[in-house]
């Protein structure tokens, strides 16, 4: 470490060692948890799981009624999505002071303006471009 360094952490009331701890020492938030392979291994079996039913759903027609498959479908993936944060990512609402949890509440507000907006988007473009009928091609001009 240099002189100049040394006095401005001397000036500042900081010795070299507490300086070198307090960077070190990043658990303000409580203990991080470190994965382990217990745990990689049981976000793994969720993830299967969570993928193995609603491909059985479509594959085997289990529900006569495609509205209600692609909400059930629609359930699972939302909870693949908390697995997978949790279990892979290690994202908590304690985690490096909360900011995980803002920055996942951003994801998903842009991620439901976006599927909202093209659903809409396809939807109208959908039904107002519809092939015409003979009918109308006689008339056209």
Same mark, same amino acid.
């Given at each position: 470490? /240099?002189?100049?360094?040394?006095?401005?952490?001397? #000036?500042?009331?900081?010795? #070299?060692?507490?300086?070198?701890? @307090?960077?070190?020492?990043?658990?303000?938030?409580? =203990?991080? /948890?470190? /994965?382990?392979?217990?745990?990689?291994? %049981?976000?793994?079996?969720? #993830? $299967?799981?969570? %993928?193995?039913?609603?491909?059985?759903?479509?594959?085997?027609?289990?529900?006569?009624?495609?509205?209600?498959? &692609?909400? +059930?479908? *629609?359930?699972? @993936? @939302?909870?693949? +999505?908390?697995?997978?944060?949790?279990?892979? *990512? !290690?994202?908590?609402?304690?985690?490096?002071?909360?900011?995980?949890? *803002?920055?996942? +509440?951003?994801?998903?507000?842009?991620? $439901? +303006?976006?599927?909202?907006?093209?659903?809409?988007?396809?939807? !109208?473009?959908? @039904?107002?471009?519809? =092939?015409? &009928? $003979?009918?109308?091609?006689?008339?056209?001009?």
């Amino acid at each position: 470490m /240099s002189t100049a360094h040394t006095n401005t952490a001397a #000036a500042h009331g900081h010795d #070299a060692q507490h300086e070198h701890h @307090a960077h070190d020492d990043h658990h303000d938030d409580g =203990p991080v /948890s470190h /994965s382990t392979f217990k745990g990689y291994m %049981t976000g793994f079996v969720l #993830a $299967v799981i969570l %993928t193995a039913i609603p491909f059985w759903l479509v594959m085997g027609k289990v529900l006569a009624n495609t509205h209600t498959t &692609s909400l +059930i479908i *629609l359930g699972f @993936a @939302a909870v693949q +999505i908390v697995v997978h944060m949790i279990y892979f *990512l !290690h994202m908590d609402a304690k985690s490096e002071s909360g900011w995980n949890m *803002l920055a996942l +509440i951003f994801t998903i507000v842009l991620v $439901v +303006i976006t599927l909202a907006g093209s659903l809409w988007v396809m939807y !109208h473009m959908n @039904a107002n471009m519809m =092939p015409m &009928s $003979v009918h109308d091609m006689k008339n056209m001009p």
